[in-house]
């Protein structure tokens, strides 16, 4: 699978079944050649700027399945996962 191909995926919460958003960004271990998280742009603003949310970093050990059109993952909110 190309990175390009998971870029504008609905990516799920399986726990709660809300849409998170669509991933926009990976962070990659250079070194290993491997994925190391997940990014999702944070929502909210003024012309997407002011008052914005972090973007959210899910690691990619969260990632549960990964479809079509969609990427679920098991993420909880108690957890600070914001980069």
């Given at each position: 699978?190309?990175?390009?191909?998971?870029?504008?995926?609905?990516?799920v919460?399986?726990?709660?079944?809300?849409?998170?958003?669509v991933?926009?960004?990976?962070?990659?271990?250079i070194?290993?050649?491997?994925?190391?998280?997940?990014?999702?742009?944070?929502?909210?603003?003024?012309?997407?700027?002011?008052?914005?949310?972090?973007?959210?970093?899910?690691?990619?050990?969260?990632?549960?399945?990964?479809?079509?059109?969609?990427?679920?993952?098991?993420?909880?909110?108690?957890?600070?996962h914001?980069?």
């Amino acid at each position: 699978m190309r990175i390009n191909e998971l870029r504008d995926r609905d990516v799920v919460n399986v726990n709660d079944g809300k849409r998170l958003g669509v991933i926009n960004d990976l962070d990659i271990d250079i070194e290993k050649g491997t994925i190391k998280a997940v990014v999702i742009p944070g929502s909210g603003g003024f012309l997407g700027v002011l008052g914005k949310k972090q973007d959210l970093s899910i690691p990619w050990e969260k990632v549960i399945k990964v479809g079509v059109d969609t990427i679920l993952v098991d993420y909880s909110p108690d957890i600070n996962h914001e980069r």
